[in-house]
T-cell receptor, first 108, second 114 residues
Framework: AQRVTQPEKLLSVFKGAPVELKCNYS??????LFWYVQYSRQRLQLLLR??SRESIKGFTADLNKGETSFHLKKPFAQEEDSAMYYC??????????FGAGTTVTVRA | DVKVTQSSRYLVKRTGEKVFLECVQD?????MFWYRQDPGLGLRLIYF???????EKGDIPEGYSVSREKKERFSLILESASTNQTSMYLC?????????????FGNGTRLTVT
């Protein structure tokens, strides 16, 4: 069975402060991990995936297989980062599971 | 640009009705998914289909069924709608050609069952 856990439902930070969204997973094989984002009144969209190892909109995420984590980080949060963020795991059977999501609010 | 279209943005149905939610994608994607999105619970997978005429149960399939007769269309069916099926329903698709690609989502259908 595969599971994704996002322990924080809500996260509030000031503009310019660092932000970290936690994601832990359980999966017996080699998973693919993703972060998806949903801005207000927009559809869900991909933010980044672990195999790309790239930074998108200043966000990075590192897959830590030892800790089974894929935390999302940004050193300096911006107001436009306010959104709902979902961590997701894709297994070898095409199933793609999401966490419960974290709502991020960036205050001026 | 990939387009995933859900036929209805808002739907109101009565308890016991049979409800069809339709989803069409235009990029010849192999995989298609149905999720429901509820506050505090995130996205929960109802059913997915890894190719035409194939279907697999997700994490919460009870009370739902699906149909994928053509590659571009994936239908979610509520056999007898109940109030606890009031939710936002999201359809998504992705390609597995050359490796697994990210999901592309539709705009969602907000279903209210009264």
């Amino acid at each position: 069975a595969q599971r994704v856990t996002q322990p924080e439902k809500l996260l509030s930070v000031f503009k310019g402060a660092p932000v970290e969204l936690k994601c832990n997973y359980s999966y017996s094989g080699s998973p693919e991990l993703f972060w998806y984002v949903q801005y207000s009144r927009q559809r869900l969209q991909l933010l980044l995936r672990h195999i790309s190892r790239e930074s998108i909109k200043g966000f990075t995420a590192d897959l830590n297989k030892g800790e089974t984590s894929f935390h999302l980080k940004k050193p300096f949060a911006q107001e436009e980062d306010s959104a709902m963020y979902y961590c997701a795991l894709s297994g070898s059977d095409y199933k793609l599971s999401f966490g419960a999501g974290t709502t991020v609010t960036v205050r001026a | 640009d990939v387009k995933v279209t859900q036929s209805s943005r808002y739907l109101v149905k009565r308890t016991g009705e049979k409800v069809f939610l339709e989803c069409v994608q235009d990029m010849d994607h192999e995989n298609m998914f149905w999720y429901r999105q509820d506050p505090g619970l995130g996205l929960r997978l109802i059913y997915f289909s890894y190719d035409v005429k194939m279907k697999e149960k997700g994490d919460i399939p009870e009370g739902y069924s699906v149909s994928r007769e053509k590659k571009e269309r994936f239908s979610l069916i509520l056999e007898s709608a109940s109030t606890n099926q009031t939710s936002m329903y999201l359809c998504a698709s992705r390609s597995t050609n050359g490796g697994v690609s990210p999901l592309h989502f539709g705009n969602g259908t907000r279903l209210t069952v009264t």
